[in-house]
């Protein structure tokens, strides 16, 4: 039943959709089918199909929908379009097609976390992020046809939602161990010099994987609390780190993963401990047939370290459904109790930090005017304007 469903989600996936033009789904269904059919084969020529006029006002226009804070450079949509949008995408083009396209340094900033902490977002100028989305626009239908199916993130037709069903259905059919792992700074973490051989396997095209490297290596600028800024060359001169936030790092991000899942399967590891992996970004499950789970978090350490990858160890641990409980993408799964019999079954509610999360977002969006003296004081969103 489980796999069924997974083949009808594979079935179910389309490249495109109505808001992308015919030209670029052609060729989206034309890269995908190649490389569908072609385990073996390597795309020689992709770095023109980057700065097409079709490819790159569509990157703009998925730009613009997604909204975003200007970079570095303080140029927003605005900006683009008081000055001409026609001609900004033609300069991007030629600065592309001769080679003198160079990023700009990446604008760092910090949001905050459901624990308290903070965590660190890089914002790319608009003209680099329109160049990333249109290389996205190239290579990702290319690399879907090679990720496979227990990967959830960042993809066409598949969503947390599934990964979250995946989970509870491969409980019920008794895989009842589980490593709940996690691991540190994935997005930080992640080595370059092995990110670019996962690239090369499919990509023989040296003008596309510079530009990647380049957006790799990029500078990042901090402001610290007097407003003095600070460039600093930290993923290039560690070679480590994608840049979370920009366009191109789901793409990054699954494809590192991905070397993780093949790993698993080629050294027998799904067989020989009865094991299902689900992975949604750097959120990551194994569910074991009873009495694995402790081999298979041994052996996840093993290969996490091959790939130069570390495992968070205070918050990776194993346990055992129904008599324990674990959280995956904001639900826990265990045993329930249903509210009008009491009587107790297998499966998962939203878990207590995502409800938390929830009440606080709500809270911040009906938090009365700071003037509560003035009764006739509107309600107001405190994000509203900003």
């Known amino acids: 039943m489980v796999q069924d469903k997974r083949k009808d989600v594979a079935r179910d996936r389309r490249l495109g959709n109505l808001a992308t033009p015919k030209s670029v789904q052609k060729l989206q269904t034309a890269l995908h089918a190649k490389a569908k059919t072609e385990a073996g084969y390597r795309f020689y020529a992709l770095y023109d199909k980057i700065y097409r006029e079709d490819i790159l006002a569509h990157a703009y226009a998925q730009c613009r929908t997604n909204k975003g804070a200007p970079g570095v450079d303080g140029q927003d949509f605005a900006d683009?379009?008081?000055?001409?949008?026609?001609?900004?995408?033609?300069?991007?083009?030629?600065?592309?097609?001769?080679?003198?396209?160079?990023?700009?340094?990446?604008?760092?900033v910090y949001i905050p976390k459901a624990n308290g902490k903070l965590r660190p977002l890089g914002i790319s100028t608009l003209r680099d992020r329109v160049c990333m989305t249109a290389a996205m626009l190239v290579l990702d239908p290319i690399f879907e046809a090679d990720l496979p199916p227990e990967q959830y993130a960042y993809r066409r037709g598949r969503n947390a939602q599934q990964a979250v069903t995946e989970v509870e259905e491969t409980l019920f059919y008794d895989h009842p161990d589980v490593v709940d792992a996690d691991l540190a700074d994935y997005f930080g973490s992640i080595p370059h010099a092995e990110l670019m051989l996962s690239l090369a396997r499919r990509i023989v095209d040296g003008r596309v994987l510079h530009l990647i490297k380049m957006w790799l290596e990029c500078a990042v600028e901090d402001t610290d609390d007097k407003g003095r800024k600070r460039r600093t060359t930290e993923a290039k001169d560690s070679g480590r780190g994608i840049p979370q936030g920009s366009p191109i790092s789901p793409l990054l991000a699954n494809l590192y993963m991905r070397r993780f899942v093949l790993g698993w399967k080629k050294l027998g590891l799904e067989a020989s401990l009865g094991s299902r992996i689900v992975t949604y970004a750097d959120d990551l499950v194994i569910l074991c047939t009873r009495g694995n789970a402790e081999q298979a978090l041994v052996r996840m350490r093993e290969l996490m370290g091959r790939l130069k990858l570390t495992v968070n160890e205070e918050k990776t641990r194993v346990c055992t459904v129904p008599e324990e409980t674990?959280?995956?993408?904001g639900y826990t799964f265990g045993r329930m109790y249903q509210r009008t019999t009491g009587r107790a079954?297998?499966?998962?509610?939203?878990?207590?930090?995502?409800?938390?999360?929830?009440?606080?977002?709500?809270?911040?969006?009906?938090?009365?005017?700071?003037?509560?003296?003035?009764?006739?004081?509107?309600?107001?969103?405190?994000?509203?304007?900003?």
Not at 364 to 376: E, F, K, R, V
């Open 80 to 108: 683009v379009e008081k000055y001409g949008l026609e001609r900004w995408l033609g300069e991007l083009a030629l600065a592309l097609r001769e080679e003198a396209y160079r990023p700009d340094p990446i604008r760092r």
């Open 326 to 329: 674990f959280d995956f993408l």
């Open 345 to 386: 079954y297998l499966g998962m509610r939203p878990s207590k930090r995502s409800i938390r999360r929830t009440v606080e977002k709500v809270h911040a969006l009906t938090t009365s005017h700071p003037d509560s003296t003035n009764p006739s004081a509107e309600l107001e969103c405190p994000l509203a304007g900003s």
